[in-house]
Structure formats: C-alpha cells, structure tokens
C-alpha cells in the first residue's frame, strides 16, 4: 500500500513538472514550434475523446468530427451576432451536447462497422446543413471571426495554453472518469455488452453520456481551433482527417489507456511534420505503413505495452516473493 | 404455502420464433428459498425461459411477476436491480478485465446498486471471490484462466449483486465429475449462506437431482411434469421424452 502511495506521487511529481515546463515553454522556442505544439493538444484533445468512446467503450465514433464542426461553427456565428468568446464557446458545447444526446439514442443502438458509417452519415448530413444554410453559416465560402486586437505572437502563446490546458483538463476528468463506478460501466460495455445489461448497468444511459462527454470536449476544441485559424468553411471543420489521425494516434499512443492519446499525438505530430519536410507526397503512406506496423506488432500501443510489461514484472515478482516466503 | 412466499410467479410465457414454438404458455412458480431444478433435452426451450424472465429476450405472450411487481416490459438491468439475476450458459466474461473486476462490477451495479464507493465495492468482491474459492486468481485476466474458474467467476459475480432469485444456466457443463462435486457443494454453502432462491438448470442429472427441491420439466417448449425429484422420475411421459427407462431404473434402485 505504502509502496503505491509513493509510486502514485512520483507520477503526480512528474505529471506537474511536465505541466510547468509546458506552461514556460513559449517563452524559449519559436513560433513554429508553438504552432506544432498546439497542433499536438487539439490533437490529443480529439484523440482523448475518441479513446473514451472506442479504447474504453468499444464504440468506434468515426464521424465524431462532426462535434468539432458543431463546435466551431457554432461558436462563429455566436460571435458574429456579437457574444464573446467566453459566451459563445460554452454555448456551443452545450449545442454539441444536445445534439450527441439527440443522435445518440438512435446510433448508439448499432455496433461496430455499423456505428462508425452511421456516424460518418451524420457528419456528412451536419455538413452539408453548414453548406447550405448560407445564411446562418456563411455556406460552402466559409466563415470567419472576430480578429483579435493582439500582436500575432501573443495570440498564438494564448491559444497554445488554452489547447494545453484543455488537453490537461480532458485527460484529467477522463481519468477520474475511467477510475469511477461510470467508468466500469463503460468498460463493461466494450467487455460484453449484453453480460453488462444483465449485472445492472443501464447500457443505453451509459453509452450516451459517454458520447456527450466526448463531444463536449470535441466541441470545445473546435470552438477554440475556429478562433485560432480565424476563419472556418465546412469541409475543412467537417473534414474526416481529424477523427482519422486522432485514431491512429490513439492506436499508437494505447487505446485504452490515459496517457495514450497524449504520446500518440506527440509521436505522430513529430513524425509527420518530419516526413512532410522529408518527402511531401509520401508522408501519408508513411503514415498509413506505420499504423499498420503498430496495429500488428504492438497492439497495446506505446503506453499500454510499457505499463503491461511494469504490471507483469510486479505480478512476476509477487509471486516469487511468495515462493520464497512460503 | 401461502402465496405471499411466492417471489416468482411466471404466468403463461411463450416465445415464438416464426413457426418454432420455443416456449409455449409455460406457467410456474418460485417459492422464496427454494431450489427449483429446470431439467429437458436439448431445445425444450430452458435457456428461452431463463431469457424471457430476465429480459434478455421478448416474450410472445405471458407475464411475469418478481416479488408482486409486473416486470415483464423490464430491461435486463432493471429485473437485476430489483434483484433477479443470471448467469450464461456460454459463459460472457466482462473481456479486458481481471476477475476481481469482473466481481467487483457485480458489486457495483446490481442490486445494492446504490453502492457509489469502490472501495467498499472492492472488499464485498474479495469477500464473495473467497466464498467461492477465487481469490488466489483474482488479478489473472480473464482470458488466462480455465473454464471450471469462469464458471466459478459467473457464479461470484452473480452473487457480488447481491440478488433473491438466481437462474444458474448450466453452471456444471463441461466440468469433470470431481469439479462437479465442488460445485454443487459450493451451491448448496451459498444458498444457506445468502439465503437464495435458485432455479437451477442442468443436464448433470446426478447435480439436479441431488440439489433440487422441486423440479420443473420442459419438452417442447412445454412444461410436461413439476413436482419433487421422485414424482418426476416416476413420471412416464419425463421417462420418454428425457431420462430414458433405464436412467429411471437405476435411479429408483438407488433411492
């Protein structure tokens, strides 16, 4: 017990002076690397959504993106009939929520391949309401927000530490999320859905709040990555890459496990910047080749294979220290 | 006996599948404490029956009643809240997960469903893993341990949800005799211990009968004969349709 506690505080150690470093980091590097960096928290952000749903779950949401749409949208039109940011971004998440309990009650009762294209479908529907609605959204051109009267460079240090402590906040509700009665009921899912309705967990509530959950925190991220790239059109909010490279990072990083996605955004962020410099057309397939790499030989992904093999070392010794002792 | 000990009341169930008649207006009734066998060849419809009155599946027709209340519109994790459960014939272990989860997740959302804190969830699951000799695999996998301990882990979980009424769906099958001796053992320490009301379903005949209070039998997705275990294997038409004359014989020269 007393060699827990001291393991859970070295983490803790860890974890903050992690936190510190990040916070003080825009003061010593350049922009470009500041860019990467919150690249990699929206990433993470994203990919910890997407790891509720299907590492925790078993519910792969491949049109989640659709919240970050809902998102940024949302957000945009808000600001542009004159709400501030701090208004309109909650707004929008509250309409992402709404709308995940809405569609969830229906697509949450389908599994699988099933789930993933009916959630494609619906991004593609919300799509093109963006498209359309030309006078709401601005339609297929796009819309833009509020310029903020700052110098660039400061703006961007704001949005790198809102991405930041965005993705620190997720992984850390995620965390007590995953840790709680909710959580096993979740993780029950995956494990043996009918098992799980039979031992007293309300599936269907389950599953839904799950689902607002993540796209809260999609929502959110859209909202933010609107007000930072300042302009928004529907194909690109709405755009399937998103959910795609925050599953492979989620595969990479460890589906399943919190630090996960976290690791998987950094390592395919560095990974595909470098390729993108090194060979322009190829770094997709670079991508791809690594996925399936990954997938194949390390399915735990990054974390979870390092903490299988601590846990297995701790049963492994256990059981010698039993056969010593007795 | 008085009706009020009656804690399950099953009023003419059936379930059709197209023209497949799998159950067929099957009535009867549980008394509080008693062990009740469910015995029939294979498809007479007693995992059909286990799934109508836990809600796994739809009723046709039919009604039926836990402790008074109409739970027949019921999902499965409402009937288990209430406190009727079961376990699975093939086995549905919670995947992932270690067998101390998989109890403690009984734990947490059966019937003392309000059980909001872990830790207390936690210990009543060692505590309930130990009753039924699991605890020394209780941080193995899932996936790492044999099928008499799965079975055992279904049973363990069960009751971490702490349920009246049981239906253990054939608990024994695929255990050799001397796991099949244990395991009856284990189910007769546990029913006095927690007071449980249990329909047993088997083809071990020798657990079934041993075990049982009463038995009900199915043939057909009918119910052909109840009564104690000696006025079934008296009972011609359970001699032809399930036991065979010789099963009979040598059961009746045993007793």
Known sequence: MEQNNKKFNINIVFIIAAIVVFILLPNFVSGYYIRIFTAIFMYATIAQCINLMSGYMGYLPFGHVMFFGIGAYITAILMGRGLPFILAMPLAALSAIVVSIILGFPVLRLRGHYFAIATIGMNGAIMSVAQNATEITGGAMGTTYPIILLPPGQVYNYFYLAFFGLMVITALIMYFIVNSKFGYGIRSIKANEEAANSMGINTTYTKVSAWAISALFTSIAGGLYGYWMSFISPDEVFDLMFVTNSIIMMLIGGAGTILGPIAGAFIIESVSEFAWSGFMEYHLAVLGIATIMIVFFVPGGVIGTITNRIKNRRIALNKKAEVTNG | ?255
């Open chain 2, 1 to 255: 006996m008085v009706d009020n000990d009656v804690i399950l009341d099953v009023r003419s169930i059936s379930k059709h599948f197209g023209a497949l008649k799998a159950v067929d207006k099957v009535t009867f009734q549980v008394r509080r404490g008693e062990i009740v066998g469910l015995i029939g060849p294979n498809g007479a419809g007693k995992t059909t029956i286990t799934n109508l009155v836990t809600g796994d599946l739809r009723k046709t027709e039919g009604e039926v009643y836990f402790k008074g209340t109409n739970v027949s519109k019921m999902q499965p994790f409402q009937i288990a809240r209430i406190g009727l459960t079961r376990t699975y014939q093939v086995v549905k272990p919670l995947q992932g997960m270690t067998v101390e989860e998989n109890v403690l997740v009984g734990s947490l959302f059966g019937r003392s469903h309000r059980e909001n804190d872990l830790n207390h969830a936690k210990k009543n699951a060692r505590k309930i893993m130990k009753l039924v000799g699991l605890d020394k695999k209780k941080d193995s996998k899932v996936s790492d341990i044999t099928l008499p301990d799965l079975k055992r882990m279904e049973f363990a979980r069960v009751l971490a949800m702490d349920p009246e009424v049981v239906f253990l769906d054939e608990v024994m099958a695929g255990l050799n005799p001397s796991e099949v001796e244990e395991s009856m053992e284990m189910v007769k320490v546990i029913r006095k211990d927690k007071q449980l009301t249990i329909v047993y379903i088997e083809h071990i005949m020798k657990a079934v009968m041993g075990i049982s209070d009463r038995i009900i039998v199915l043939h057909h997705g009918q119910k052909i004969c109840e009564g104690s275990p000696q006025e079934v294997c008296d009972n011609p038409a359970v001699i032809e349709a399930y036991l065979g004359r010789r099963y009979a014989k040598e059961v009746m020269n045993n007793k």
